[in-house]
């Protein structure tokens, strides 16, 4: 048996490490989509992630014998998601590990222990401070491509869990559809009526609508409000929207992000879209420079790949059952159709979000990728 150590993560060369590693594993990997080095890094950063202010994280990089890095894991406690869900948890994040259960063990009880240390009771993961962060185990479905908000997985990652008496706390589906070339009736006429009588209007941001009406900080807003009862989320702070915002807005083509407003001007609903940049993350190979950037600038420009990712999709509650989703579907299709995507997919959705998975039905969906949450008693 060979020795495997767990450290956590103090020195240069064991964040280069802990941030290269998965660099490594799927090297030749068709599927794998990386992260970008440096959003890596800044999760780790307090001046850079506004999340730490209510959170702690640990990372740890595991190596054998040899001083080669065989895996890495993440210890997260959410402190604001525990006082909300009456919860002791700790989160394991950022897992990734050879195919040896000696190192995914190792990796695993690091973290129970570290959450042990700091009075937790139970663990859950894959899971990120925040719920925008990538989570989910991949249990389904390793021979499709992955995108830049999810977690991509080889086949033996489950077994492992199992193996090491992790249960299912949650699953995560997502939706895939074609795009139609015209919107399905049933859509263009409740959009109609939606539109007669709830007085409800598309508005399309600019940047000025983002940086001096601040419509930035009422689309988090909402999603705060439309997301509150959904597994684990804790609402975003003003400094973590500001974040946000500046991190992602500019990035967004704003035909692409429909908002919803009623006849008060209020935004009730927000459907963040954009083109997928899976190939382009993968050319950049989790760098921006030397060329990383050329292929992210490239596929935002020139919409290169055929598929649109459906990031995000928010209703406030009052406003659900009014005809708000057929307006997106009304506004988008025609501008999938005008930028030539082919096919849509969703962010991942629980799968015991019925009012948001049937949503699709007129669009003849078809349910993909599913995703877990595990947990154990410590």
Request: aromatic share 12%.
């Amino acid at each position: 048996m060979k020795a495997i150590s767990v450290k956590k993560v103090g020195t240069k060369r064991e964040m280069d490490d802990f941030v290269k590693f998965a660099g490594w594993l799927y090297a030749g990997c068709q599927y794998y989509v990386p992260d970008l080095e440096m959003d890596i890094r800044d999760t780790f950063d307090s001046r850079k992630n506004a999340g730490l202010e209510f959170s702690d994280i640990q990372p740890f990089i595991a190596y054998n014998e040899e001083e080669k890095v065989v895996g890495r894991i993440a210890g997260i406690i959410n402190h604001r998601a525990n006082e909300k869900w009456q919860k002791k948890n700790v989160r394991f994040g950022f897992i990734d590990f050879i195919d040896d259960t000696q190192v995914s063990a190792a990796l695993l009880k690091a973290v129970e222990q570290w959450g042990k240390e700091h009075g937790m009771e139970y663990i859950q993961g894959p899971m990120g401070i925040f719920d925008f962060d990538k989570e989910g185990m991949l249990i389904e479905d390793f021979d499709k491509m992955g995108s830049m908000i999810t977690i991509y997985n080889y086949p033996y990652y489950p077994e492992h869990m199992a193996m090491l008496g992790y249960e299912k706390e949650v699953d995560w589906v997502q939706i895939c559809i074609e795009v139609p070339e015209e919107v399905p009736s049933k859509y263009a006429r409740v959009a109609k009526l939606s539109r007669e009588m709830f007085g409800l209007h598309m508005k399309k941001l600019t940047n000025e609508d983002v940086s001096k009406y601040g419509y930035g900080k009422k689309v988090f807003d909402l999603l705060n409000t439309a997301y509150a009862p959904l597994f684990g989320y804790t609402e975003l702070s003003d400094k973590q929207v500001d974040m946000y915002v500046d991190r992602y807005f500019p990035l967004i083509d704003k035909q692409m992000l429909p908002i919803i407003e009623n006849d008060k001007g209020e935004v009730v609903g927000v459907a963040i879209t954009m083109g997928s940049l899976s190939r382009a993350l993968q050319k950049a190979k989790g760098k921006i420079f030397p060329f990383g950037w050329y292929h992210l600038a490239r596929a935002l420009k020139w919409k290169s790949e055929e598929k649109a990712e459906l990031l995000l999709i928010a209703v406030r509650p009052d406003y659900q059952g009014l005809g708000v989703n057929a307006l997106f579907f009304d506004d988008l299709i025609p501008v999938y159709n005008k930028r030539h995507f082919k096919w849509a997919e969703t962010g991942p959705q629980l799968e015991d979000n019925i009012k948001e998975l049937t949503q699709w039905k007129p669009l003849n969906p078809t349910l993909t990728k599913r995703r877990r949450c595990y947990k154990k008693k410590l």
